[in-house]
DNA sequence: TATTATAAATGAACGTAATTCAATTATTTG
DNA sequence: CAAATAATTGAATTACGTTCATTTATAATA
């Protein structure tokens, strides 16, 4: 890594350290420079502004995120499967990552400036790929050919950010993967009585 | 109304208008105090702060939200009725509200605090009713008795909430109230082959 | 290596906005 | 009507994001 993105590195890092402990609005760029070893004005040479430096941090933990996703998806057949891999594994990343959870749940995605940055493109591929295993299991013919697959989308990633957000909020006292079995059925099957899979 | 809630329900109109135009953090006290036509020490006898004066605005309309609802589901007998009208008025209240729903959703739903507020309080009835509704279902024998009755309150909160959530985040650009028949029948036949209601 | 040119880093200074508080004005009480 | 109490005010304080003139470090050149 050259030295300047080094320095860029050691910025964010401090910055990570200070948004995941306070939010947005309670973390300060003195606190943040302070904990990079640089002078306030620094930081503004790297980022055009605290949104900036705030939008910059999860851009990495999105890529690692997606990646291990698809090697989680890796050698499971059946659309089924593969939907309870994908909820398990979504449920499982932010157990492992609240502090990334709480900046991304709680104060990024629901920023309308989010929309715009590097990290929202790499969250993109996660949703990309749900829709496509849910097109896959319609092609299939294991979906009903009469759903909407974008509403599908939505209900499962509805479902899984107010179970995410409801944990978080709660200050994460419970396990978050829990009702991970009850989350998959629900969504495979609807409420209403069935035939079974 | 005594003078002094005169005086604090002035201040809440004002809150209303600069809050919902702006965001939290843009809105600013002294246009705040503008609007109302007070001193900005005058808000501070009435509010703790900005964010408890922030906290106030939304709980009459929550009161009116769960007033209404109960409203529309009179006379509709069947779980099945009883949860498409639910989904219908709740995206149906954003669509009326969208102030309300910017606030609600993007600023107080993610916030710590929320939960100790009065308008949480308020909200709660809502969540309460339509896990009244499901366990009514079950009893009745047309909701599963396998499925857990919370998650299945966090299955349509989920995909409510994100539709909404969406919608507002895209700028309100189209009709929220679009796809509710798609919404209703993936929560309630999910989405695997179904032998119909 | 010495000199110059360019880039990076600094932190004091500035502007804005939340909050406080001593002084002022209005209202109630005896 | 005077004294006591409560409400209102807005200037002062404080805190923080951002800028910028100056200093320090690095690279280029001869």
Known sequence: ??????????????????????????????????????????????????????????VEKTKDFCRELE???????????????????????FKMNPGYGRTLMLEMRVNKSFAKTKAYD????????????????????????????FITRQLILGILEHVVTRWLLKGETYDVLEHYQDVSDLVLHGIGLSKGE
Chains 1, 2 share one sequence.
């Open 122 to 149: 790499s969250f993109k591929n996660l949703t990309d790929r749900i829709l496509e295993i849910i097109k896959e299991g319609q092609e299939e013919g294991v979906i009903r050919k009469d759903v909407n697959i």
């Open 71 to 93: 090697l989680h998806l890796q050698g499971i057949t059946g659309t089924f499967s593969n939907i309870r891999k994908f909820i398990w594994y979504y449920l499982y990343f």
């Open 1 to 58: 890594m050259s030295k300047k993105n080094l320095k860029k590195q050691q910025i964010i890092e401090a910055a990570i350290e200070v948004f995941s402990k306070n939010n947005f609005q309670n973390s300060t760029i003195s606190q943040i420079a302070q904990k990079a070893e640089v002078a306030e004005g620094t930081i503004y040479q790297y980022f055009k502004n605290k949104e900036d430096l705030f939008f910059s941090i999860p």
